[in-house]
């Protein structure tokens, strides 16, 4: 297993930049998630990794070296497609061996590396059916056997989930997660869904448009997003940007926020708004830092309670969504499931600040 | 592609290249050449005396080449309506649920497995009113009944279209029937919960959807119809006098027989105008739709 | 489509029986000359001339199948259609094999391994199968000619595999096209080379257009006249000229028994393959037509 670098890694077609100054490194047997909307270069960046693409500029290291001229097959990689590619016209054991046939490993050899991994996915009876045969969990296995097998530097995964159903999607995350803890395997792998990222990551990339957003821990990207896309893609339901009024109280900043009815309400901010008195900022809470009353986190330093016309409740079993009306904006807080709060009538709602992130309206960067 | 040494990034042009090099020489060499000698004074060898346009304005002043035109007009335009008519007719019969249709299809369409030549033969004595048709029905007792066209001068052409027809409304009926089976089963749904009879459900709905199928079955029929030599030779043999000649078999007989092969050059050159008028607009349609990568 | 048929009870039977007969009608329409050839092809010329030709032979020979096959006079020698037969074949064959293989590799290049111009190539290869074929008539005899093979059996070879390149091309483009390109990845991950993929990995799913285009091919050669009447001679002329000739040689009587045999033979092949494989056959036809 071996690390990964990227450094300022550029690729266009013709005129159109399609990754731009990309710069991520992970260490060895490190878990690298890749998220962003599609469209955003996350799948060329893989290919790129993989040698599938050539790259217009910047350097690509595995395990230190250099492999920017290499051929897939040289740069001790292997890949896990989305549609699993599994070759038709082999039986499950051809698959597996197919890349050790190429490199011209003994048969003998080739047999016991294959029967490994079958043990390890726990696929030895299927080894001699054809993949028309299998079903998309299985074959999902056998893709996963044939990228095991090869005992790569970095395992490379494009989006493995996404022809899954949803119960199989979470069963197999699950055990990818596992695959990875026990073999210390370094990882990239491609997804647009968040929570897959969230699950499984020690760094998740967010990329926009081809520009790296940001790369962080899933807690840094959860907690501490630096800007406002980062931080409504990452999260579900996804972080609330409510549209306030910065301004200057006796105590310090302050945020204003408009209520449909009644006066607007009023909320303690730390010192780095105090430059901007005077002009609308976006005020970001995810929804469980609105809550009812019982519910706030009793560590917080500082929770501010207000009263709020609560316009839809969503029960989902285990919490409660609700929603208001802040700022002009629909704001989904998430009670529990059994607090004493009807739809259509006034609630006290705590606002847990602690959490709470700010971010320029214009540039949407992240100003506190 | 990665650059896996200049030879990986070569070889797929290297593949290409033979299949290229045949095309170029057959296709484009052989075009260049026919239209070099279409300018020159070649009669029954080659002869790489310029002449201009000379050969062109013999053509077109030659009544042999205008009724050979002519017959092309009335010989294509039959060819294609009737053959797309009939075989929407039978792609609509076929498809309303159709018990035996596994046997029907085939019998439909097994002409178009047939050498032109075959077709011809089998036609020509079909036609043929001392034997054939007209003299069965005779003898089945209707004895006036009468079908000489194959022997009459302005009706022969119609006989090439006849047996044409036969050959081809099969291939255009499986044509328009995957068209058909194409069309997703919830828009007729939809139409018939609108109240929408049979007849109106195809009439406004299913058949205007089959316009794609319209245009390829345009594109095949028609540079068919202009290339169409073979069931012309085996058929009418160009006759009665030259009742039944085609562009194609002007051709032929003014370069081979006639020995005046800068006349045959042009004509070939006016053939080959014709079908790109109507082959290249659908070739640039194609090669433009990317294939699904 | 379904649910199309209307269920109302009486009028509707009424309607089904109307539509059961027009289809027949036409079956009837289609299998007639068939009917014909086959029927008289084995009546003595005698009946025919006397007789009905939609009558079933009173008396059944198959002296005129014999009699087509290898003794009637085509053109100036009394061979019978057999060496002409082996003519096709030997020129069918060949032609097939090798635009075969050349229109699977082509396929392969122009999806899998493009380049730029590579759809400009390809738009001229397919211009090439519609262009009327008597625009290479004076150049091709030609060509042959300073090639030393006019008239021989691998003059034609040469000129069906040019015209035939640009479909069987377009044929495996089209196929390929949608085989999945994360397949080819994958392949290129294990270290698979251009021709290993191609053998190891394409080859093996390309079955149904192989069929396909080997169909194609071998009913559009078989029955090809013009380049046969015009580039072939008594060693290399195949069946479709040499049918034309037993037909349409002038005086004697007309055997139409003979020729309708003929006739039969001259389709036979292209029939066999039709009815062993006609779901390919259509299937041919129109990824040439519908899908081109």
Redesign the interface.
């Given at each position: 297993m071996g690390s990964l670098e990227i450094d300022s890694l550029d690729k266009s077609y013709g005129a159109a930049k399609v990754l731009k100054d990309i710069n991520i490194e992970i260490e060895e047997g490190g878990f690298l998630v890749l998220v962003g909307p599609s469209g955003c270069g996350k799948s060329t960046l893989l290919n790129s990794i993989a040698g599938l693409e050539d790259i217009t500029g910047g350097e690509i290291r595995i395990a230190g070296k250099k492999v920017n001229d290499l051929a897939p097959a040289d740069r001790d990689i292997a890949m896990v497609f989305q549609s699993y590619a599994l070759y038709p016209n082999m039986t499950v054991r051809g698959n597996i061996a197919f890349g050790m046939e190429i490199r011209k490993i003994p048969k003998a050899e080739r047999d016991e590396a294959v029967h490994r991994v079958a043990t390890l996915l726990q696929i030895e009876d299927l080894l001699d059916r054809k993949p028309s045969q299998l079903s998309g969990g299985q074959r999902q296995r056998v893709a996963m056997g044939r990228a095991l097998v090869r005992e790569p530097q970095v395992f490379l995964f494009d989006e493995p989930l996404s022809n899954l159903d949803a119960k199989l999607r979470v069963d197999m995350r699950t055990e990818i997660k596992k695959l990875h803890q026990r073999l210390g395997a370094t990882i990239v792998y491609v997804t647009h869904d968040q929570i897959e990222a969230m699950t499984l990551a020690t760094k998740i990339a967010v990329l926009k448009g081809g520009v790296l957003q940001q790369a962080g821990t899933p807690a840094e990207i959860y907690n501490n997003p630096v800007n406002t896309f980062v931080a409504e893609f990452m999260g579900s339901p996804s972080m609330n940007l409510i549209p306030a009024q910065a301004g200057q109280g006796p105590n310090g900043p302050t945020l204003s926020i408009a209520r449909k009815a009644g006066d607007p309400l009023v909320l303690p901010a730390p010192e780095a708004v105090a430059a901007y008195a005077g002009r609308g900022v976006l005020l970001g809470l995810r929804p469980e830092a609105i809550t009812d009353e019982e519910a706030a986190d009793r560590n917080a330093r500082v929770v501010e309670t207000a009263s709020c016309r609560i316009d839809v409740l969503e029960p989902s079993g285990a919490d409660t969504y609700c929603t208001t009306d802040l700022g002009g904006k629909d704001v989904i807080g998430r009670l529990r499931a059994d607090a004493p709060i009807r739809q259509g009538e006034d609630a006290t709602l705590a606002f847990n600040l602690d959490k709470a992130v700010i971010f320029d309206p214009d540039s949407g960067e992240r100003i506190a | 592609m990665t650059a896996k040494g200049r030879l990986g990034a070569l070889l797929p042009k290297l593949i290409l290249s033979p299949s290229f090099v045949i095309v170029l020489i057959f296709v484009y060499g052989f075009i260049a050449y026919t239209l070099y000698l279409s300018f020159t004074a070649s009669t029954m060898l080659p002869n790489y005396d310029l002449v201009g346009l000379r050969n062109y304005e013999r053509l077109w002043q030659l009544p042999h080449w205008w009724l050979a035109v002519k017959n092309l007009a009335i010989f294509g335009t039959l060819y294609i309506v009737v053959s797309c008519a009939l075989g929407l007719f039978l792609a609509i019969l076929l498809d309303q649920k159709i018990r035996g249709e596994g046997m029907l299809r085939p019998i439909y369409l097994y002409p178009m497995a047939l050498s032109f030549i075959v077709t011809g033969t089998a036609w020509k004595w079909f036609l043929d009113p001392g034997i054939g048709i007209e003299n069965t029905m005779q003898q089945w007792g209707w004895d006036s009944f009468q079908f000489g066209w194959i022997k009459d001068r302005t009706m022969a052409i119609y006989c090439v279209a006849i047996a044409a027809i036969w050959q081809s409304s099969g291939f255009v009926m499986a044509m328009f029937l995957a068209g058909l089976r194409g069309v997703d089963g919830e828009i007729i749904k939809a139409a018939r919960i609108d109240g929408a009879s049979t007849v109106t459900t195809y009439r406004r709905i299913i058949i205007p959807m089959m316009r794609p199928v319209f245009l390829s079955a345009f594109v095949v029929l028609a540079h068919l119809a202009i290339k169409s030599y073979d069931l012309v030779v085996a058929l009418t043999g160009g006759g009665p006098g030259q009742a039944t000649e085609l562009p194609a078999t002007f051709m032929y007989s003014y370069t081979f027989s006639r020995s005046q092969m800068g006349v045959g050059a042009a004509s070939a050159i006016v053939m080959m105008m014709m079908v790109f008028a109507i082959i290249v607009p659908y070739i640039y349609a194609e090669t433009k739709r990317e294939p699904g990568q | 489509?379904?649910?199309?048929?209307?269920s109302r009870p009486d009028g509707g039977r009424v309607l089904?029986a109307l539509?059961?007969a027009?289809?027949i009608l036409?079956?009837i329409?289609?299998?007639?000359?068939?009917y014909?050839?086959l029927a008289n092809s084995v009546k003595p010329l005698e009946e025919?001339?006397q007789g009905?030709?939609?009558a079933l032979p009173q008396v059944l020979t198959f002296e005129p199948w014999a009699q087509a096959w290898s003794e009637a006079k085509v053109g100036v020698a009394a061979t019978g259609l057999k060496p002409y037969f082996w003519n096709s074949i030997k020129m069918v064959v060949p032609a097939v094999i090798i635009v075969t293989i050349?229109g699977a590799?082509?396929g392969?290049?122009?999806?899998k391994?493009?380049?730029r111009g590579?759809?400009?190539?390809?738009?001229?290869?397919?211009?090439?199968c519609?262009?009327?074929?008597?625009?290479?008539?004076?150049?091709?005899a030609?060509?042959l000619g300073f090639l030393g093979i006019a008239g021989t059996t691998w003059g034609l070879v040469l000129?069906h595999?040019?015209?035939g390149?640009?479909f069987a091309?377009l044929f495996f483009?089209?196929y390929?096209?949608?085989f999945?390109?994360?397949?080819i990845?994958?392949?290129?991950?294990?270290?698979?080379?251009?021709f290993?993929i191609f053998f190891?990995?394409l080859l093996?799913?390309s079955g149904p257009i192989i069929v396909v285009t080997v169909i194609w091919l071998f009913?559009n050669i078989?029955?090809?006249?013009?380049f046969g009447v015009?580039f072939g001679d008594f060693d290399s002329q195949p069946m479709?000229v040499a049918?034309?000739n037993l037909?349409?040689s002038s005086g004697g009587v007309k055997e139409?028994n003979v020729?309708?045999a003929?006739?039969?033979l001259?389709?036979l092949p292209?029939?066999i393959?039709?009815?062993v494989s006609?779901r390919y056959?259509?299937r041919g036809?129109?990824s040439g037509?519908?899908k081109?």
């Amino acid at each position: 297993m071996g690390s990964l670098e990227i450094d300022s890694l550029d690729k266009s077609y013709g005129a159109a930049k399609v990754l731009k100054d990309i710069n991520i490194e992970i260490e060895e047997g490190g878990f690298l998630v890749l998220v962003g909307p599609s469209g955003c270069g996350k799948s060329t960046l893989l290919n790129s990794i993989a040698g599938l693409e050539d790259i217009t500029g910047g350097e690509i290291r595995i395990a230190g070296k250099k492999v920017n001229d290499l051929a897939p097959a040289d740069r001790d990689i292997a890949m896990v497609f989305q549609s699993y590619a599994l070759y038709p016209n082999m039986t499950v054991r051809g698959n597996i061996a197919f890349g050790m046939e190429i490199r011209k490993i003994p048969k003998a050899e080739r047999d016991e590396a294959v029967h490994r991994v079958a043990t390890l996915l726990q696929i030895e009876d299927l080894l001699d059916r054809k993949p028309s045969q299998l079903s998309g969990g299985q074959r999902q296995r056998v893709a996963m056997g044939r990228a095991l097998v090869r005992e790569p530097q970095v395992f490379l995964f494009d989006e493995p989930l996404s022809n899954l159903d949803a119960k199989l999607r979470v069963d197999m995350r699950t055990e990818i997660k596992k695959l990875h803890q026990r073999l210390g395997a370094t990882i990239v792998y491609v997804t647009h869904d968040q929570i897959e990222a969230m699950t499984l990551a020690t760094k998740i990339a967010v990329l926009k448009g081809g520009v790296l957003q940001q790369a962080g821990t899933p807690a840094e990207i959860y907690n501490n997003p630096v800007n406002t896309f980062v931080a409504e893609f990452m999260g579900s339901p996804s972080m609330n940007l409510i549209p306030a009024q910065a301004g200057q109280g006796p105590n310090g900043p302050t945020l204003s926020i408009a209520r449909k009815a009644g006066d607007p309400l009023v909320l303690p901010a730390p010192e780095a708004v105090a430059a901007y008195a005077g002009r609308g900022v976006l005020l970001g809470l995810r929804p469980e830092a609105i809550t009812d009353e019982e519910a706030a986190d009793r560590n917080a330093r500082v929770v501010e309670t207000a009263s709020c016309r609560i316009d839809v409740l969503e029960p989902s079993g285990a919490d409660t969504y609700c929603t208001t009306d802040l700022g002009g904006k629909d704001v989904i807080g998430r009670l529990r499931a059994d607090a004493p709060i009807r739809q259509g009538e006034d609630a006290t709602l705590a606002f847990n600040l602690d959490k709470a992130v700010i971010f320029d309206p214009d540039s949407g960067e992240r100003i506190a | 592609m990665t650059a896996k040494g200049r030879l990986g990034a070569l070889l797929p042009k290297l593949i290409l290249s033979p299949s290229f090099v045949i095309v170029l020489i057959f296709v484009y060499g052989f075009i260049a050449y026919t239209l070099y000698l279409s300018f020159t004074a070649s009669t029954m060898l080659p002869n790489y005396d310029l002449v201009g346009l000379r050969n062109y304005e013999r053509l077109w002043q030659l009544p042999h080449w205008w009724l050979a035109v002519k017959n092309l007009a009335i010989f294509g335009t039959l060819y294609i309506v009737v053959s797309c008519a009939l075989g929407l007719f039978l792609a609509i019969l076929l498809d309303q649920k159709i018990r035996g249709e596994g046997m029907l299809r085939p019998i439909y369409l097994y002409p178009m497995a047939l050498s032109f030549i075959v077709t011809g033969t089998a036609w020509k004595w079909f036609l043929d009113p001392g034997i054939g048709i007209e003299n069965t029905m005779q003898q089945w007792g209707w004895d006036s009944f009468q079908f000489g066209w194959i022997k009459d001068r302005t009706m022969a052409i119609y006989c090439v279209a006849i047996a044409a027809i036969w050959q081809s409304s099969g291939f255009v009926m499986a044509m328009f029937l995957a068209g058909l089976r194409g069309v997703d089963g919830e828009i007729i749904k939809a139409a018939r919960i609108d109240g929408a009879s049979t007849v109106t459900t195809y009439r406004r709905i299913i058949i205007p959807m089959m316009r794609p199928v319209f245009l390829s079955a345009f594109v095949v029929l028609a540079h068919l119809a202009i290339k169409s030599y073979d069931l012309v030779v085996a058929l009418t043999g160009g006759g009665p006098g030259q009742a039944t000649e085609l562009p194609a078999t002007f051709m032929y007989s003014y370069t081979f027989s006639r020995s005046q092969m800068g006349v045959g050059a042009a004509s070939a050159i006016v053939m080959m105008m014709m079908v790109f008028a109507i082959i290249v607009p659908y070739i640039y349609a194609e090669t433009k739709r990317e294939p699904g990568q | 489509m379904s649910a199309r048929t209307e269920s109302r009870p009486d009028g509707g039977r009424v309607l089904r029986a109307l539509l059961y007969a027009a289809l027949i009608l036409f079956a009837i329409y289609y299998l007639l000359p068939l009917y014909v050839m086959l029927a008289n092809s084995v009546k003595p010329l005698e009946e025919i001339r006397q007789g009905n030709m939609m009558a079933l032979p009173q008396v059944l020979t198959f002296e005129p199948w014999a009699q087509a096959w290898s003794e009637a006079k085509v053109g100036v020698a009394a061979t019978g259609l057999k060496p002409y037969f082996w003519n096709s074949i030997k020129m069918v064959v060949p032609a097939v094999i090798i635009v075969t293989i050349l229109g699977a590799l082509n396929g392969y290049v122009l999806t899998k391994y493009t380049f730029r111009g590579a759809n400009i190539l390809f738009g001229m290869m397919l211009l090439g199968c519609f262009i009327p074929f008597q625009i290479a008539l004076i150049p091709a005899a030609r060509v042959l000619g300073f090639l030393g093979i006019a008239g021989t059996t691998w003059g034609l070879v040469l000129v069906h595999t040019a015209y035939g390149l640009g479909f069987a091309t377009l044929f495996f483009r089209n196929y390929y096209a949608a085989f999945p390109t994360e397949l080819i990845r994958a392949a290129r991950i294990d270290g698979a080379g251009f021709f290993t993929i191609f053998f190891r990995i394409l080859l093996p799913s390309s079955g149904p257009i192989i069929v396909v285009t080997v169909i194609w091919l071998f009913t559009n050669i078989w029955n090809d006249f013009l380049f046969g009447v015009s580039f072939g001679d008594f060693d290399s002329q195949p069946m479709t000229v040499a049918l034309n000739n037993l037909v349409s040689s002038s005086g004697g009587v007309k055997e139409y028994n003979v020729h309708f045999a003929g006739a039969i033979l001259a389709a036979l092949p292209t029939l066999i393959v039709y009815i062993v494989s006609g779901r390919y056959f259509v299937r041919g036809l129109m990824s040439g037509a519908v899908k081109g």
